[in-house]
Every structure is written in structure tokens, then in C-alpha cells.
């Protein structure tokens, strides 16, 4: 499928390729039993790794050959508008391809997670190649309305920069996500949808994750800047969890992504996010207590915008300077080798030390030596994303 994608990928201007991704019909693929044709939106091929050059293409029609599985029935509520079109995956390691939904033409079957053989690829409307080493991870923005053109505008500047320094690689098992965004005054684009998460659902019709951005109203009066600071903490969430299984492990999660947030603030805002929002919500259960800051409900109201677990990635900086490694080097092991090393609830503890050389139980009896304040542990001003996660 690479080679005969090749074939019909287009030189295609940015500004078209943009119009066609705002021009999509927010469909499913469709199966025509008359002609034995599968027609996918859109497709992404790829291998799971950051040393191939992957392919996006849209509008897809091929032939299938042998039917390795098929998922269930699912129900039209699963996907009401304005869900976006799902983006199906080619495996190029397996020779897989992945289809999320698929139904006929008259509904009368509608099926998810459906894998199968390819037999020939009849054509595609566009395509375009990506380089090895750049993400190829797809995200579908549904930006609502009720947002101003200044912050739609400043969101795609903030997801190019982070895909570009913090690239995610999209495989069999996680390749693509919603994000929804809208002001929080406005009528949510879903009922399900609420917040500022990677939030998930599912049931009859199969498990699906997306992105939740619910900009307060007052940000936008007051010009807070959390408006754009809650897109890079979640942005990095969907980076972890492209790497990690810690389901309801809090301060390992919150901790990195509430300070890759300041991180990114004081990098292209020149703010500091940490002294002014996260700093004076400290609590002394961080210092008493630290391993409850293992659970959401534990210290929920201690941790008030991740303070604690911003303060024990922090700490967790600092005694890894101490070892001899340099700021940079500290960040990297944090941001990103911790999560290279795929922690799970069962291992954490052992990669944790594996990672960082200090066992979980020292680590959170060092913390009590620390004082409640994030003085002397904040990242240098000259502190670059791009540096954290290049080698």
C-alpha cells in the first residue's frame, strides 16, 4: 500500500491542504457491497516509530482482501455530529489496515474496529508523505464558534510548536484524537463533552478517547493566560499516554504536564506561570504525605492546579542535578525517558529507579527536607521545550 500511495500523493500548496481539511465531510468509511469498494476518509500509514516516513491521504478507495477481525455494532449516538471523521490506519509493519467505523451505504451495517488485508488500493483524492523524525500523529480540531479568530489563530500556532518539539508518532493502537474547543459561555459541542481533559467513553460501541479544551469566559475578559496554557498540559497528556499505562496515577501525570505547561508559558509568553498560579496553592501534604499525591481523591484539595505535583517534579529536577546531570539532562529524564521506559501500575516503582537511580521511598523522604516553596527549584528562563526532548 506505501508504494501504490506513493503514486497518487499530490504537491499539494499548505494553504490547499489546509482547505481541505476544513472542507472534509464528517463521514465514516463506507462499504458499497455492489462494488466491493471501501471508501475511507482518511487514512494514515505508518509504522509506530519516528525512523519511517509515514503517508496521509484522504478520500481512499480499496478493495479488501482477507478479514482478520471485526468489532461490533455500534449505535448512531456513539458518533453524533460534530464528531470528526475518524482517521483509519495502515500498518506498514503488519500490512494492516485498521478501520475505525465502517458502514453501508443504507446503515443497514455499521461496525467499528474492523481489520483487514488490503487487496488493491483503487485511488485516493490527496495524500502527502511524512518526513521520518516529524509527527504523523493526527489530530481533528472541532473549534467552535463561540471562540474568537485571535485564539484559533494562537491554538494552531500552539499545536505546531509542540508537535514539532514534542513530535508523537502515531501506531496501530493510537494514532488520532479529537480536540474540542469552546468557550465555556456557549452551549458544549456534545453532551459528554465537558472540561479540560483527554477524557474517554464508550460502551456497545467500543472504547474512544478525545480531547476536552473548555476555555473559561473570564480568561478571555481578564486575559488569563491559562487560555492557552491548558493546550500544551493536555497535549503533553496525549504524548504520555502514547507511552505509558498509569490509569488514576496522579502526581506522575499531573506533575510533568502542569510544568511542561509553565515551561512552555515562560518560553513563548515570557510569564511565570509557576509563581503566580501554581506556587501559592502549595499545601503542606506535599511535604507530609507525598505518596498521596499518588491519588486524584487523596489530594484533590491539596493539590490545587497540580501545585504539590508540579513541586515533586520540581524536587525530582533538583536531585537529579545533584547526581551530576545538567538542567537539561534532569528535564529529559523526567519529560521524556521516564515515559520511553513504558511505567505501567504494576512496574512504575522499578522504573522510576531504573530512570532516575533513587528509589520512589527515598525520593518522598527527600521531599520532607525541601521547603514549601518552589525558590530555587524553578527551570531556567532560557529553558527550551525542543531541547528537553531532542537528544
Same mark, same amino acid.
Given at each position: ?119 488493491? =488500493?483503487?485511488?485516493? @483524492? &490527496? ?7 516529524? $509527527?504523523?500523529?493526527?489530530?481533528? /480540531? #472541532? ?100 507511552? =505509558?499505562?498509569?490509569? @488514576? &496515577? ?7 504536564? $502542569?510544568?511542561?505547561?509553565?515551561? /512552555? #508559558? ?126
Amino acid at each position: 500500500m506505501k508504494n501504490i500511495l506513493f503514486l497518487v500523493t499530490l504537491i499539494v500548496s499548505p494553504v490547499f491542504a489546509h482547505f481541505l481539511s476544513i472542507t472534509s465531510a464528517y463521514a465514516d468509511a463506507i462499504y458499497d457491497p455492489a462494488t466491493g469498494t471501501i471508501t475511507l476518509t482518511s487514512v494514515l500509514a505508518g509504522d509506530g516509530s519516528s525512523q519511517t516516513e509515514s503517508i496521509y491521504a484522504t478520500n481512499v478507495q480499496v478493495t479488501a482482501g482477507e478479514i482478520l477481525s471485526m468489532g461490533k455494532a455500534w449505535p448512531p449516538y456513539i458518533h453524533p455530529s460534530p464528531w470528526p471523521a475518524e482517521v483509519d490506519f495502515y500498518d506498514m509493519a503488519t500490512q494492516e489496515l485498521k478501520i475505525s467505523y465502517i458502514r453501508t451505504p443504507d446503515t443497514s451495517i455499521e461496525l467499528n474496529d474492523v481489520v483487514i488485508k488490503v487487496g488493491s =488500493v483503487l485511488g485516493a @483524492g &490527496f495524500s502527502e508523505s511524512i518526513s521520518a523524525g516529524v $509527527a504523523d500523529y493526527k489530530f481533528r /480540531y #472541532v473549534l467552535d464558534e463561540s471562540l474568537p479568530n485571535e485564539w484559533k489563530n494562537e491554538f494552531e500556532i500552539i499545536m505546531n510548536n509542540l508537535q514539532r518539539d514534542i513530535p508523537i508518532y502515531a501506531k496501530s493502537e493510537w494514532y488520532s484524537m479529537p480536540i474540542f474547543a469552546w468557550k465555556s459561555d456557549a452551549e458544549r459541542p456534545l453532551p459528554f463533552v465537558s472540561g479540560g481533559c483527554i477524557c474517554g467513553g464508550g460502551g456497545e460501541g467500543g472504547h474512544f478517547r478525545w480531547m476536552s479544551l473548555e476555555i473559561s469566559a473570564s480568561e478571555f475578559e481578564y486575559n488569563n493566560i491559562h487560555r492557552y496554557s491548558l493546550v500544551p498540559h493536555e497535549y503533553f497528556h496525549v504524548y504520555q499516554l502514547s507511552h =505509558v499505562d498509569l490509569p @488514576g &496515577f496522579k502526581w506522575l501525570m499531573e506533575g510533568p504536564a $502542569a510544568t511542561l505547561e509553565s515551561i /512552555y #508559558v515562560q518560553e513563548h509568553y515570557g510569564i511565570d506561570y509557576f509563581s503566580t498560579a501554581q506556587g501559592p496553592n502549595l499545601s503542606e501534604q506535599v511535604r507530609e504525605n507525598p505518596s498521596s499525591y499518588e491519588s486524584y481523591s487523596a489530594s484533590r484539595e491539596a493539590d490545587i492546579n497540580y501545585s504539590g505535583s508540579v513541586f515533586m517534579t520540581l524536587v525530582l529536577s533538583a536531585e537529579l542535578q545533584k547526581q551530576g546531570l545538567s538542567e537539561v539532562e534532569a528535564h529529559r529524564k523526567i519529560f521524556r525517558d521516564f515515559n520511553l521506559a513504558k511505567p505501567t501500575l504494576e512496574n512504575w516503582e522499578a522504573k522510576f529507579l531504573e530512570v532516575f537511580l533513587i528509589s520512589v521511598d527515598s525520593f518522598y523522604s527527600i521531599i520532607k527536607n525541601y521547603e514549601l516553596s518552589y525558590d530555587g527549584l524553578l527551570p531556567s528562563e532560557d529553558l527550551k521545550i525542543s531541547q528537553i526532548f531532542s537528544d
